[in-house]
């Protein structure tokens, strides 16, 4: 975990002035919310690093799990402390706003994109059958996993696959 942070903690230090601005925007309306927005980030980097070393942080099947699971948490972690609706808006701006502080590759951004909207909508899912409060962490991870089984490869900017999980070539 430590080593987690501490590449949080360089990627930081290496965004522009302009680009520090902009998560601040983000960040000090919202302290609660960046703070769990934080713990979700280095969790699903901790998690996905632990169940898929050689693509977690290229573009493969690790990365579409990565993806997934941080919306799935940061969605879940605010949503303890304030609405859903609330915590899901919070989560779309910050992973938005990831992507346009990282920029990629069009292939590789929708990939992230669509990643990150299978996270919020597995949230969704299973708002209605457990009370937020009492998700964790676990629920997310298997559900997940299970996405990998079924994930596709994503060649153009044209496809859809829907709510599976997508990645490029491994």
Same mark, same amino acid.
């Given at each position: 975990?430590?080593?987690?942070?501490?590449?949080?903690?360089?990627?930081? *230090?290496? /965004?522009? +002035?302009? =680009?520090?601005?902009?998560? !601040?925007?983000?960040?000090?309306?919202?302290?609660?919310?960046?703070?769990?927005?934080?713990?979700?980030?280095?969790?699903?980097?901790?998690?996905?690093?632990?169940?898929?070393?050689?693509?977690?942080?290229?573009?493969?099947?690790?990365?579409?799990?990565?993806?997934?699971?941080?919306?799935?948490?940061?969605?879940?972690?605010?949503?303890?402390?304030?609405?859903?609706? *609330?915590? /899901?808006? +919070?989560? =779309?701006?910050?992973?938005? !706003?990831?992507?346009?502080?990282?920029?990629?590759?069009?292939?590789?951004?929708?990939?992230?994109?669509?990643?990150?909207?299978?996270?919020?909508?597995?949230?969704?899912?299973?708002?209605?059958?457990?009370?937020?409060?009492?998700?964790?962490?676990?629920?997310?991870?298997?559900?997940?996993?299970?996405?990998?089984?079924?994930?596709?490869?994503?060649?153009?900017?044209?496809?859809?696959?829907?709510?599976?999980?997508?990645?490029?070539?491994?």
């Amino acid at each position: 975990m430590t080593k987690t942070i501490k590449i949080v903690f360089n990627t930081l *230090k290496s /965004l522009s +002035f302009p =680009k520090l601005v902009k998560l !601040l925007k983000l960040a000090v309306p919202h302290p609660l919310f960046a703070v769990m927005g934080f713990y979700a980030t280095v969790k699903s980097f901790a998690l996905a690093q632990k169940n898929f070393p050689k693509t977690s942080a290229a573009s493969g099947i690790g990365n579409a799990f990565r993806h997934a699971l941080w919306t799935a948490l940061i969605s879940m972690y605010c949503s303890k402390i304030s609405s859903p609706e *609330k915590a /899901l808006d +919070f989560c =779309k701006k910050m992973t938005d !706003l990831h992507e346009e502080l990282f920029p990629n590759e069009a292939l590789e951004k929708k990939m992230d994109l669509h990643n990150n909207q299978v996270g919020m909508n597995l949230y969704r899912e299973m708002l209605l059958g457990i009370h937020r409060q009492f998700f964790e962490t676990a629920f997310f991870v298997d559900k997940l996993f299970e996405k990998t089984k079924t994930a596709k490869v994503l060649t153009n900017l044209d496809e859809d696959f829907g709510n599976e999980l997508v990645y490029l070539e491994e």
